[in-house]
């Protein structure tokens, strides 16, 4: 969505898959971990170069890389150093399935995941599923919600959303049919609000919202505010923030994990992880002008040690 230059971690040119898995096994070597030269190796390298290195550390020592750095790291740096271990659509996968895990559902995790991927990224997302964990995502997503949130997330899973351009003359009409479906009438028809929000392409939405302000005199958040409530109105208000301005809507998901009591240190993990080679610099520079203070300095107050060097170098 976003355009060049968006990310902060690109393939690095001096690229040696030989030097890095020395350095790593060195690292991780006897007493004691060197952590910095893990962070110094891993943060600066693709996700691509990332994997080839997990096959060089095989080849060359006939062990596990991943099962090494779990043996050696813990807690949140962990976790974080796990997330960039992964192909993009396997972390995906597993932030889903620890979403829906135990007690509980994240629902908030789950929306950030489904609500922001493309067809393409969802197909792969639930082929990665399907590997991973022997289960199909579509019933789990069945399983753990209710009601209209749970057709929501069916109708996103599918990834059959429409790409083509956008319509003006049916953009007109579909912002006629979220009026009479919301606030035009009493009570919501959400089928109506999923038909077109959940279907309809980016570049269209983009258009609907525009005309949704025109019919209305308010805009399409607002009206789904007053119509919606929990997961539903999160998830919708997830679909319009992103398609509206995604270097935006990612600033404020970082602030809300930041702000009031505690750290949603899974959401750091998961935003700074998944949009560093997408647009993790257009998204500093979002943050900086909307909350008047660098991402570094923000992620700096919140965390500490070496999670805290390890999310630093990859928003550098």
């Not at 308010?218 to 919606?228: C, L, P, R, V």
């Amino acid at each position: 969505m976003a355009s060049a230059p968006g990310p902060t971690v690109t393939p690095y040119a001096g690229f040696d898959k030989d030097a890095d898995t020395v350095a790593l096994r060195k690292a991780m070597k006897g007493l004691g971990t060197d952590e910095k030269a893990i962070i110094d190796v891993l943060a600066a390298r693709s996700n691509a170069q990332r994997q080839q290195l997990i096959l060089q550390f095989k080849t060359a020592y006939g062990r596990d890389l991943i099962s090494d750095l779990k043996s050696e790291l813990s807690g949140h740096f962990e976790d974080a150093i796990l997330a960039l271990m992964s192909p993009p659509e396997l972390y995906d996968a597993k932030c889903l399935k620890k979403a829906m895990k135990g007690l509980g559902t994240d629902e908030s995790a789950i929306i950030e995941v489904l609500c922001t991927r493309n067809n393409k990224q969802i197909h792969m997302i639930r082929d990665r599923y399907k590997k991973e964990f022997k289960h199909d995502l579509e019933k789990d997503l069945k399983d753990e919600t209710s009601g209209n949130f749970k057709r929501i997330l069916i109708g996103i899973s599918q990834g059959g959303r429409d790409e083509g351009p956008a319509d003006a003359s049916r953009a007109a009409a579909d912002a006629q049919t979220l009026y009479k479906a919301g606030e035009g009438k009493l009570g919501t028809d959400e089928s109506e609000f999923q038909r077109i929000l959940v279907a309809k392409s980016a570049a269209h939405l983009r258009l609907v919202f525009d005309e949704y302000e025109k019919v209305s005199k308010k805009s399409i958040e607002k009206a789904i505010k007053s119509e919606m409530s929990g997961d539903l109105e999160n998830a919708y208000l997830t679909i319009v923030g992103f398609f509206r301005n995604p270097v935006e809507f990612y600033a404020d998901l970082l602030q809300k994990a930041m702000v009031g009591v505690g750290t949603d240190e899974d959401r750091l993990i998961r935003i700074i992880v998944s949009r560093s080679e997408w647009d993790l610099e257009l998204i500093k520079s979002a943050y900086m002008h909307k909350y008047k203070r660098t991402l570094v300095d923000a992620v700096k107050s919140e965390v500490s040690g070496d999670f805290r060097k390890l999310l630093i170098a990859l928003i550098k």
